[in-house]
């Protein structure tokens, strides 16, 4: 994690969609600091037992003025989605533009 309270993010999350309001996740997948499969894991799992149906975004990091790492690999957002898509139901990619999975398509069948 970067910084911040984790437990008070989740904690939001949880109360925002127990109040029925439309809520969707974005992660930025810092290199190094939280693009483990780890980390991605334990988002997916928590975001999982919220809702299932919440849609979660993996967003390419790219360095900006004091913070130098290099931008996020393509595969680790692709294996991202991959790994979210075995638990929940909206997975994509961000700062991608015209991948194949930044788009909203149907978890059932694929379409529109």
Avoid: Q
């Avoid at 360095?63 to 957002?77: G, H, Q, S, Y």
């Amino acid at each position: 994690m970067i910084g911040g309270k984790a437990e008070y993010v989740w904690r939001v999350i949880k109360e925002a969609v127990r109040l029925g309001l439309h809520v969707e996740v974005v992660c930025l997948l810092v290199t190094g600091v939280s693009d483990s499969e780890e980390v991605i894991k334990e988002n997916v799992e928590k975001l999982a037992e919220i809702n299932p149906k919440v849609p979660i975004h993996f967003t390419r990091y790219f360095p900006a003025w004091m913070f130098t790492a290099p931008p996020t690999d393509v595969e680790k957002l692709e294996r991202a989605v991959e790994i979210a898509r075995r638990d929940l139901s909206y997975a994509y990619v961000g700062n991608l533009p015209g991948h194949r999975y930044e788009n909203t398509y149907c978890p059932d069948c694929g379409g529109c």
